[in-house]
């Protein structure tokens, strides 16, 4: 006959066991909850969109077209414009030394000085070594951290290829998700939908505000 003192041994076992399988399943599946995260962001964001083409539809063709639409419109845009601004970063460094190290025209030196009689800014030449100085150091870094650098494109590509993935089924079974989260929650049914709704639109605010601040800042620095 198994004493209480034997049970109690056994209890505490399989509770650490269990509680270190879920820390262990837990680093396993972080990697993946960052990118499993703005899916839902744009799953969310897009859901008025995709309720359209539900209408059309079948849910497997209408998540289909929505991720494909998001994907050319949003996520590869933005991974080719960065793959590109990491393969120019050495050459414009290198331009940039160059123009500096032949020295800035005569105009150039002739602004410089008028702009020197309002503030106490160094004199041109000296700016020019200076930017020179630091464009030889920021190539010598990137040279050293090319393998680096490389590693964390291909890591922003993985990341891209788990939100394609994960915000298709985002759309295709949102309802049954967003019941499975709601019932999770350990509120009355009135106060999960209004938790539901006030998340929606704290979301849909948020992204909406930031993209509308990025448009402002694009557009201000395409300017300049």
Known sequence: MISKQSMQIQAVLFYGALLLIAWLLFRICQPFLVPMAWAGVLAICWWP???????????????????????????????FLGIALAR????AI??????????PPATVREHWDQVRTWLPLPAIDE????????????????????????????????????????LFFMLRDGPSIGAAIRQLMPLEPTHRDRLARE???????SVTSSMIVAAVQGFIGGLL
């Open 49 to 79: 969109v995709h309720l359209r083409l539900l209408a059309r539809f079948r849910p497997t063709l209408a998540a289909g077209i929505s991720t494909a639409v998001l994907s050319g419109l949003l996520i590869i845009p933005v991974v």
């Open 88 to 91: 120019q970063a050495g050459g």
């Open 94 to 103: 290198e331009q940039v030394q160059a123009a500096f190290a032949e020295g």
């Open 127 to 166: 700016l020019s070594s200076t930017v020179s100085e630091g464009a030889k150091a920021a190539s010598g870094v990137i040279a050293r951290q090319a393998g680096s650098i490389l590693g964390a494109v291909m890591l922003v590509l993985f990341d891209v290829a788990i939100i394609i993935f994960s």
């Open 199 to 205: 998340i929606h639109d704290l979301i849909h605010a």
